[in-house]
């Protein structure tokens, strides 16, 4: 009996791992780059709460739009992956991480 419910718990913690390596955020027809850093991005990115100043440095090889794209599809172990930030989205988000983030 005990050893079932610690497999059960087992399998739930594997599927909450699971969720949260990918984030099903989608947005808005109207949002702007900005917009959308500060829905999907500003809780882990932004040094101030509600500021669009980034704690995070990007090394000059990888500041470019192709590098931000396929870090918000592929993801981290540390940061989801947002399967549905894609095209003019993708692309919207991208000026606007490259134009407010530092270079290392
Ligand atoms: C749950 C927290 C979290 C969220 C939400 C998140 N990130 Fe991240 N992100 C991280 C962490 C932690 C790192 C650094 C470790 C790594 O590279 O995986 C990172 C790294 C990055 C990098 C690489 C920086 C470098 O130095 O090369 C980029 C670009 C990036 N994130 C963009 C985004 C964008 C754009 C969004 C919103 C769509 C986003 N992140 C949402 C946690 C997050």
Excluded at 4 to 13: F, N, P, V
Excluded at 56 to 76: F, L, M, P, Q
Excluded at 81 to 89: E, L, M, T, V
Aim: with cysteine; aromatic share 8%; proline share 4%.
């Amino acid at each position: 009996m005990l050893w079932k419910i610690s497999i059960r718990a087992l399998l739930s913690l594997a599927a909450f791992s699971l969720a949260a390596c990918s984030d099903d955020y989608t947005p808005k027809a109207n949002a702007t780059g900005k917009r959308i850093y500060l829905e999907a991005c500003a809780t882990c990115h932004a040094a101030e709460p509600g500021t669009t100043d980034m704690y995070w440095t990007i090394d000059v090889k990888n500041a470019n739009a192709t590098y931000v794209a396929h870090k918000v599809h592929t993801g981290s172990l540390t940061m989801p992956s947002f399967p549905n930030i894609k095209g003019a989205k993708m692309r919207q988000l991208g000026e606007f991480v490259l134009s407010h983030s530092l270079r290392k």
